[in-house]
């Protein structure tokens, strides 16, 4: 069974790059169907659908990000990556990230999620 475990700082300071990392285990996650996501929930709000990379590499972002994010595989690790840049108090939020077979998953029953990290953007 696939488990997934976000990892990276709990507090970014605005105008800098936030960087979290997803690592997968209890594989196999090459398998050419799966969308590997990141979610995000800022407080009070609903669940957010960010970006997501396929087993193969390629990537797709939420319009309203785009410019900012980008998501990479490190294959070597098992880990998949998010970098969000030029960040402000905003995206406060816990992310999370996420396999399933569906690319915009926004339900915690779809697929397979992370626990989240709770990141705080703030001087």
């Known amino acids: 069974q696939v488990q997934l475990q976000e990892s990276g700082p709990g507090l970014v300071k605005p105008s800098q790059t936030l960087s979290l990392t997803c690592t997968v285990s209890?594989?196999?996650?090459?398998?050419?169907?799966?969308?590997w996501s990141w979610i995000r929930q800022p407080p009070g709000k609903g669940l957010e659908w960010m970006g997501a990379i396929t087993d193969a590499g390629s990537a797709f972002y939420n319009p309203p990000l785009k410019g900012r994010i980008s998501i990479s595989w490190d294959t070597s690790k098992n880990q998949f990556t998010l970098q969000l840049r030029s960040v402000t108090p905003e995206d406060t939020a816990v992310y999370y990230c996420?396999?399933?077979?569906?690319?915009?998953?926004?339900?915690?029953?779809?697929?397979?999620w992370g626990q989240g990290i709770q990141v705080t953007v703030s001087s």
């Open positions: 996420a396999r399933a077979e569906e690319m915009e998953v926004t339900s915690p029953l779809t697929g397979s």
């Open positions: 209890g594989g196999p996650f090459t398998a050419n169907y799966y969308y």
